[in-house]
């Protein structure tokens, strides 16, 4: 439900903004329309080429706001056979761990060439952490956990690389990101609660293919997947004490929606 009511909140704010694109232009809000294919070089002069139609804007910097859903999908946070007093582990994802969380950033990208724009942005994560997870054993009894929510925060720079426009205005692009993002301690709950994880700064790397659309002279909406790394916490001291061993680092697929207002 919360993710629900972010990607409407990200829906209605886009085509608020591209509203006030409309009514900021010269143009007015009614006679404006999609310029095909073919008009590029004549009723629109390339000042008022939008992006998304095979032009982009060199030196532009555009506001870019994200809002999206993200799903561990490889990675473990509990290894197996750790020895933790009478219990010994079994191996446990981040993916059994954690239900799918959703995503959203904010910043800054800029056009450095016709079809490459350079991106900062800053971003939020989490993901509710579940219950009933099996997490060991004790002879034949499976002992269930329950993991605190997985909340992080942080930054990244990235590369996006357009590979051309189709007669629609639709533009394909491949990117990449990397960063650091600080994710908040993990609590796991058996008989006891126990700190798992400490709380501490991690990098990131991603990749992603999208495809963007333009809705106005100053505004598009793109439509993004891929895959991201984030490395691994450190073990919180008690824990280790306990008997487990390293976290790993995790892999998850997230699916956002973006959108650009150009200024």
């Given at each position: 439900?919360?993710?629900?009511?972010?990607?409407?909140?990200?829906?209605?704010l886009?085509?608020a903004?591209?509203?006030c694109?409309?009514?900021?232009?010269?143009?007015?809000?009614?006679?404006?329309?999609?310029p095909?294919?073919?008009?590029?070089?004549?009723?629109?002069?390339?000042?008022?080429?939008?992006?998304?139609?095979?032009v982009?804007h060199?030196g532009?910097?555009?506001?870019?706001?994200?809002?999206?859903a993200?799903?561990?999908?490889?990675?473990?946070?509990?290894q197996?056979?750790?020895a933790?007093?009478?219990?010994?582990t079994t191996?446990?994802?981040?993916?059994?761990?954690?239900?799918?969380?959703?995503?959203v950033?904010?910043?800054?990208?800029?056009?450095?060439?016709p079809?490459?724009?350079?991106?900062?942005?800053?971003?939020?994560?989490?993901?509710?952490?579940?219950?009933?997870v099996?997490?060991?054993?004790?002879?034949?009894v499976?002992?269930?956990?329950?993991?605190?929510?997985?909340?992080?925060?942080?930054?990244e720079?990235?590369?996006r690389?357009?590979?051309?426009?189709?007669?629609?205005?639709?533009r394909?692009?491949?990117?990449?990101?990397?960063?650091?993002?600080y994710?908040?301690?993990?609590?796991?709950?058996t008989?006891?609660?126990?700190?798992?994880?400490e709380?501490?700064?991690v990098?990131?790397?991603?990749?992603?293919?999208?495809?963007?659309?333009?809705v106005?002279?100053?505004?598009s909406?793109?439509?993004?997947?891929?895959?991201?790394?984030?490395?691994?916490?450190?073990?919180?001291a008690?824990?280790?004490a306990?008997?487990?061993?390293?976290?790993?680092?995790?892999?998850?697929?997230?699916?956002?929606?973006?959108?650009s207002?150009?200024?």
């Amino acid at each position: 439900m919360k993710l629900n009511r972010l990607l409407c909140a990200a829906g209605a704010l886009s085509l608020a903004a591209t509203g006030c694109a409309y009514q900021g232009s010269s143009y007015g809000h009614n006679s404006w329309s999609a310029p095909t294919y073919s008009s590029y070089g004549t009723s629109y002069g390339a000042s008022y080429r939008p992006a998304g139609y095979g032009v982009q804007h060199i030196g532009a910097t555009r506001l870019e706001l994200e809002v999206g859903a993200e799903e561990f999908i490889d990675g473990d946070i509990i290894q197996a056979g750790n020895a933790v007093g009478p219990m010994t582990t079994t191996q446990t994802g981040y993916s059994d761990a954690f239900k799918r969380g959703y995503r959203v950033s904010a910043g800054l990208a800029r056009d450095v060439r016709p079809n490459t724009t350079v991106l900062a942005r800053g971003f939020y994560k989490e993901a509710e952490g579940e219950t009933g997870v099996p997490v060991g054993t004790i002879g034949a009894v499976t002992v269930n956990g329950q993991f605190s929510d997985y909340k992080s925060y942080g930054a990244e720079l990235g590369l996006r690389q357009y590979v051309g426009a189709g007669r629609s205005g639709l533009r394909p692009y491949l990117g990449a990101t990397v960063g650091a993002e600080y994710i908040d301690d993990i609590t796991l709950t058996t008989a006891a609660p126990i700190a798992l994880n400490e709380a501490g700064w991690v990098p990131t790397a991603s990749g992603t293919a999208g495809i963007e659309m333009p809705v106005s002279r100053t505004a598009s909406l793109a439509l993004e997947s891929g895959i991201r790394w984030s490395g691994s916490q450190d073990r919180a001291a008690a824990a280790t004490a306990a008997g487990y061993t390293d976290d790993g680092s995790k892999l998850s697929v997230p699916v956002t929606l973006r959108g650009s207002f150009r200024f």
